[in-house]
């Protein structure tokens, strides 16, 4: 079964700092991958995606993650983190083929920005 | 284009009861997704239904079911309500084809049992 994990359910980091939130998946075959961002009482918004192709994927607002078969990784970074950055962040994985239509989700990320 | 809409966005019911909820996905997306979100539990896959098929099914109680209609708008029910049922009801449409894999977000029913 897939698995996602999102190491860290909280992340603090200082405004202008580098956001680093940490994903990692467990399949047999590379999924496909996605990031999204929670604001309070709202859905999910989707921030960017992996399917096949170039393994650095850059999504909106300034936030890119890195794609690494060796790893198992697909960490989300942002290299200047602002006020408005701060919400709970969901990393989650499709198989692809007709299973495509369901996501399995980490736990998700709060992340906290101070001033 | 305008997004995914859920209707209603708050329900208060009673324990035994029984709920629908309502998602109308982005116009031309064939394929919704329902999920549920509890903070126990996290996000957790309900169903997905393609041209008014399930074609994916997660691992919940036959309580909760759901169908699509011709017009690709997506009904889920819960039977017999129980306080776990609790949540936070997303649907999520896409287009359904292999070349475009995201899952677009509404924004969500807040279900509450008593």
């Known amino acids: 079964a897939q698995s996602v994990t999102q190491l860290g359910s909280h992340v603090s980091v200082s405004e202008g700092a580098l956001v680093l939130l940490r994903c990692n998946y467990s399949?047999?075959?590379?999924?496909?991958l996605f990031w999204y961002v929670q604001y309070p009482n709202q859905g999910l918004q989707l921030l960017l995606k992996y399917t096949t192709g170039a393994t650095l994927v850059k999504g909106i607002n300034g936030f890119e993650a890195e794609f690494k078969k060796s790893e198992t990784s697909f960490h989300l970074t942002k290299p200047s983190a602002h006020m408005s950055d701060a919400a709970e962040y969901f990393c989650?994985?499709?198989?692809?083929?007709?299973?495509?239509?369901?996501?399995?989700f980490g736990q998700g990320t709060i992340l906290t920005v101070h001033p | 284009k305008a997004g995914v809409t859920q209707t209603p966005r708050y329900l208060i019911k009673t324990r035994g009861q029984q709920v629908t909820l309502s998602c109308s996905p982005i116009?031309?997306?064939?394929?919704v997704s329902w999920y549920q979100q509890t903070p126990g539990q996290g996000l957790q896959f309900l169903f997905e239904?393609?041209?008014?098929?399930?074609?994916n099914k997660g691992n919940f109680p036959g309580r909760f079911s759901g169908r699509q209609f011709s017009n690709s708008r997506s009904e889920m029910n819960v039977s017999t309500l129980e306080l776990g049922d609790s949540a936070l009801y997303l649907c999520?449409?896409?287009?359904?084809?292999?070349?475009?894999?995201?899952?677009?977000f509404g924004p969500g029913t807040r279900l509450t049992v008593t």
């Open positions: 999520a449409s896409s287009l359904g084809r292999q070349s475009s894999y995201e899952q677009y």
């Open positions: 239904y393609f041209s008014e098929t399930q074609r």
């Open positions: 989650a994985a499709s198989r692809g083929g007709t299973s495509y239509g369901k996501l399995t």
């Open positions: 399949s047999s075959v590379p999924p496909y």
């Open positions: 116009s031309g997306h064939r394929s």
